[in-house]
């Protein structure tokens, strides 16, 4: 029996999608068997999408290699977070004890030394803070820390409105917000404030304030240069300039301050009225 010719059988060509290798396969037959070779850049997603979409590959496939972009996108800017993060850290921003806060006899950070000191360093490594705020009965306030690679890391806390001295229903929101918005920063960095002088991270000593009868004194005198209209941003005027909270949380030390202050307020409105019109 006379043996028949074979009738030699070209390799069908493949289409194969390999996941990241630090070389980009290629498929080759080679006598009836497929050999991967290497040649050229290590392959992205991005390219495999590219790829896959050119050879008219199913949506399953696509589905699945948008998928792996995202994952592998979201893992490297992880990392550039992570990274951004650890510079900061390396070199943190002193934040300082600030403000006393007369009810509980403590010294506390205020939101405005937190954010000036913070902000520019966050910056500096291509990191910025934002809060989001949302009140369903208590108050909620996450600080969403982001880095321009598109990472984000947040820290959450919630409490009532702060119905503590004689604030109206607006103050004790804007109180608790305040609170929280300084407790969520520090947290999420990772900071802590020292108090005002101290090194070894114990808090100041208490601070005298300023007596009854002197706080019913600097009203009287604040009444005589504000009116009805102006006496609410004088006020808050005099106390950033003092760096307190509130005129009754005024240090003892600083009522001279206060007094030359509303003293010389005093003075340019008489200078004013006496101008010839």
């Given at each position: 029996?006379?043996?028949?010719?074979?009738?030699?059988?070209?390799?069908?060509?493949?289409?194969?999608?390999?996941?990241?290798?630090?070389?980009m396969?290629?498929?080759?037959p080679?006598?009836?068997?497929?050999?991967?070779?290497?040649?050229g850049?290590?392959?992205?997603?991005?390219?495999?999408?590219?790829s896959?979409?050119?050879?008219?590959a199913?949506?399953?496939?696509?589905?699945?290699?948008?998928?792996?972009q995202?994952?592998?996108?979201?893992?490297?800017?992880?990392?550039?977070?992570?990274?951004?993060?650890?510079?900061?850290?390396?070199?943190?921003?002193?934040?300082?004890?600030?403000?006393?806060?007369?009810?509980?006899d403590?010294?506390?950070?205020?939101?405005?030394?937190i954010?000036?000191?913070?902000?520019?360093?966050?910056s500096?490594q291509?990191l910025?803070?934002?809060?989001?705020l949302s009140?369903?009965?208590?108050?909620?306030?996450?600080?969403?820390?982001t880095?321009?690679?598109?990472?984000?890391e947040?820290v959450s806390?919630?409490g009532?409105?702060?119905?503590?001295?004689?604030k109206?229903?607006?103050?004790?929101i804007?109180?608790?917000v305040?609170y929280?918005?300084?407790?969520?920063?520090?947290?999420?960095?990772g900071?802590?404030a020292?108090?005002?002088?101290?090194?070894?991270g114990?808090?100041?000593?208490?601070i005298?304030?300023?007596?009854?009868?002197?706080?019913?004194a600097?009203n009287?005198?604040?009444d005589?240069?504000?009116?009805?209209?102006n006496?609410?941003?004088?006020?808050?005027?005099?106390?950033?300039?003092?760096k307190?909270d509130?005129?009754?949380n005024?240090?003892?030390?600083s009522?001279?301050?206060?007094?030359?202050?509303?003293?010389?307020?005093?003075?340019?409105?008489?200078e004013?009225?006496?101008?010839?019109?």
């Open positions: 029996m006379q043996a028949q010719e074979q009738t030699p059988v070209e390799a069908e060509s493949v289409s194969v999608v390999t996941p990241p290798t630090p070389e396969h290629s498929v080759q080679v006598r009836g068997y497929y050999q991967i070779s290497s040649a850049p290590a392959p992205t997603p991005a390219h495999l999408l590219a896959a979409f050119e050879r008219g199913d949506m399953q496939t696509l589905e699945r290699l948008i998928a792996l995202e994952r592998m996108e979201a893992n490297e800017a992880r990392k550039e977070f992570t990274r951004a993060m650890a510079r900061f850290k390396a070199n943190p921003p002193e934040i300082l004890k600030d403000l006393r806060n007369v009810q509980y403590s010294m506390y950070s205020s939101l405005a030394e954010t000036n000191k913070v902000s520019p360093a966050l500096l291509g910025s803070a934002r809060w989001s009140q369903e009965g208590r108050i909620s306030v996450s600080c969403i820390v880095h321009e690679g598109g990472h984000s947040s806390l919630n009532p409105p702060d119905d503590s001295g004689k109206n229903p607006l103050q004790q804007k109180s608790t305040t929280l918005e300084s407790a969520t920063l520090l947290a999420v960095l900071l802590a020292k108090g005002v002088g101290d090194d070894d114990n808090d100041s000593e208490p005298e304030i300023i007596s009854s009868n002197q706080l019913a600097l009287k005198k604040i005589g240069v504000t009116n009805e209209k006496r609410d941003a004088y006020i808050k005027k005099l106390l950033d300039f003092l307190v509130a005129l009754e005024i240090p003892a030390t009522l001279q301050k206060a007094e030359q202050s509303i003293a010389d307020r005093a003075k340019r409105m008489q004013k009225k006496e101008q010839p019109k």
